[in-house]
């Protein structure tokens, strides 16, 4: 009923910029939050940044400065500007969304299926 997907992905030179969207799609009655996730080879996933359906965001220290997280309410898609990208940076990075499929649901939690981010130094 919701689909979450992610695209934008890619192979990037160090210093370089990439713009990952995630566009959920579906039965949605509302979306509470919406976040980025990464998980490089051998790590646990991470969070990246998050934006809430009031605007506010939330950004992990070590993107803070080099990461802007930004929605479309009207589209219920999410965008992460990459900026001064490092090696480290390599991951796959996830969408993660907080929705609400009716007015008298409960909110669920729904998963993209990643886009590769490489990031070449």
């Known amino acids: 009923q919701v689909e979450v997907v992610e695209s934008g992905g890619g192979l990037v030179q160090a210093g370089g910029s990439l713009r990952l969207s995630c566009a959920a799609s579906?039965?949605?009655?509302?979306?509470?939050?919406m976040y980025w996730y990464r998980q490089a080879p051998g790590k646990q996933r991470e969070l990246v940044a998050g934006?809430?359906?009031?605007?506010?965001?939330n950004y992990a220290d070590s993107v803070r400065g080099r990461f802007t997280i930004s929605g479309d309410n009207a589209k219920n898609t999410v965008y992460l500007q990459m900026n001064s990208l490092k090696p480290e940076d390599t991951a796959v990075y996830y969408c993660?969304?907080?929705?609400?499929?009716?007015?008298?649901?409960?909110?669920?939690?729904?998963w993209g299926q990643g886009t590769q981010v490489t990031v070449s130094s």
């Open positions: 934006i809430a359906s009031t605007g506010s965001t």
């Open positions: 993660y969304a907080i929705i609400r499929l009716g007015p008298e649901r409960p909110f669920g939690n729904y």
């Open positions: 579906g039965s949605i009655f509302s979306i509470n939050a």
